[in-house]
């Protein structure tokens, strides 16, 4: 729920400000490619960190991030 708030609050300030759209699909796709990238790395402190920021209201924070990302991560289903 707190996910779809935050998404709307995005969306709103980002039509109003459409430079605000190029940081969040910047941010949300590097965010993509941390979460693959991540993963495949020997050391794992990197998969620490990584489960921390996606804890809590960073993780829903996050979430909404993502779905301005301009590529989007599968998840096991195939499914986006």
């Known amino acids: 729920m707190e996910e ?3 998404s709307q609050l995005i969306a709103k300030y980002a039509a ?3 430079w605000i759209t190029a940081i ?5 796709g590097l965010m993509v490619l941390a979460q693959i990238i991540v993963p495949l790395t020997p050391t ?3 998969d620490e960190i990584l489960a921390w920021i ?8 996050l979430r ?10 599968k998840d096991g289903n195939g499914k986006a």
């Open 24 to 28: 969040l699909s910047a941010f949300g």
């Open 4 to 6: 779809i708030i935050i």
């Open 64 to 73: 909404a991030f993502l779905s301005f990302a301009p590529i989007q991560k």
């Open 16 to 18: 109003e400000y459409p």
């Open 54 to 61: 996606q804890r809590g209201f960073r993780g829903k924070v």
């Open 44 to 46: 794992k402190k990197d």
